[in-house]
């Protein structure tokens, strides 16, 4: 099953993120009306675990059970070739520079650079959340065979509400227990580490679970429901009370959201499900895994020299259309392309691994 409606909204979260991590010298987006919303707009990390979590879970719920091998290649097929193009192309910038962190891109080939504090956020920061997500898509075989095909319901929710909230609790005592400029290490660890992004995931499945088996056919016209989430999560960002968001805090709200713009047949959804939406969607992760490449190769300072342009919000929107233009190049003629030579070769190899086994 897949629902047209949520991929633009991944759109949206990987341009708020852009904004988030580009946009901060901007009057548009650095003023006392918006500022709070694209100055947390990390959250739409934890947005994008939990929509994870969610639509894997539309996507094989109806599945009598999962092949772990074939699940990661094909995840893999998805998420790698793109994830290694963006560290080839800030490799050359390095290279450039003369700054290779030939630690830093060993693990970040192997996706394993959430688990290694002083390295995260290295060659290409963004990419640390591609670590965690590996992180999901290692275990989410066990979590569909072994969980939701053989655990009563009850159970499952149960387990998944109840780590989810002491996961946010621990994430929250850790968090503003040790000061970034004492422990920045440990502070690395606790806020980029799989281990403490794991309820997202879990409670995005759970969410998922419970749209396919209960609630995928109460379809509506939920225009005036999404936009009152909406103000609540815009509500929580202008007054945090002291919290962190960045874990998974925000599920309260994410998790309704999904399930709304899911069922949801009014203006909203009708709007989303425009093919100029779509697609947006659809380039939506090169826009957030080559941010930082494009950024760094297109700086602010290459356009004030070559273009005389030193306005701050007028430099951003260039940077940003070229970021557009190089994801949907990418998308159309080497993401897409790639991914489905990688898929075809995934079913004739596993069309010969039946047939060896039989």
């Known amino acids: 099953m897949r629902i047209e409606q949520l991929t633009f909204t991944r759109f949206l979260a990987a341009v708020s ?3 988030f991590h ?3 010298k901007s009057f548009l987006f650095n003023n006392d009306y918006v500022g709070f919303i694209f100055g947390k707009a990390d959250v739409c990390v934890s947005y994008f675990f939990i929509l994870s979590g969610f639509v894997m879970m539309i996507a094989y719920a109806n599945r009598p059970i999962i092949s772990a091998r ?11 070739p793109l994830y290694f193009l963006a560290i080839f192309i800030f490799l050359l910038f390095q290279i450039r520079c003369h700054q290779i962190d030939y630690s830093g891109l060993f693990y970040n080939v192997f996706m394993v650079q959430s688990w290694v504090p002083s390295k995260v956020l290295s060659v290409n920061p963004p990419g640390w959340s591609l670590s965690v997500e590996f992180v999901f898509y290692a275990i989410f075989p066990f979590v569909f065979n072994r969980l939701y095909k053989r655990i009563r319901l009850g159970k499952i929710i149960f387990g ?5 909230i002491f996961s946010q609790i621990v994430f ?7 000061p970034k400029e004492e422990f920045p290490l440990v502070k690395d660890f606790i806020m980029y580490n799989s281990l403490f992004h794991i309820n997202e995931f879990l409670i995005g499945t759970l969410a998922g679970f419970l749209f396919t088996e209960k609630m995928q056919f109460k379809k509506g016209n939920y225009d005036f429901l999404i936009l009152l989430f909406v ?4 509500l929580v960002l202008k007054f945090p009370i002291g919290l962190n968001f960045h874990n998974g805090l925000l599920a309260v709200f994410f998790i309704p959201l999904l399930i709304l713009i899911s069922l949801n047949n009014g203006l909203i959804s009708t709007l989303f499900q425009k093919p100029l939406f779509v697609f947006l969607g659809e380039i939506s992760y090169g826009i957030y895994i080559l941010q930082h490449p494009v950024y760094s190769l297109i700086s602010a300072y290459s356009v004030n020299k070559y273009f005389q342009i030193n306005d701050t919000t007028v430099i951003f929107f260039i940077r940003l259309v070229i970021l557009l233009v190089v994801s949907s190049v990418v998308y159309v003629y080497i993401e897409k392309p790639i991914q489905n030579k990688i898929k075809r070769v995934v079913k004739r190899v ?3 691994y039946i047939q060896l086994n039989n």
């Open 22 to 24: 580009y946009g901060g």
């Open 17 to 19: 993120i852009v904004i």
């Open 172 to 178: 929250q005592l850790f968090y503003f227990s040790f």
């Open 70 to 80: 074939e699940y990661l290649m094909n995840r893999l097929a998805r998420i790698y």
């Open 350 to 352: 596993g069309i010969t």
């Open 231 to 234: 103000g609540l999560v815009l």
């Open 160 to 164: 998944i509400v109840l780590f989810w």
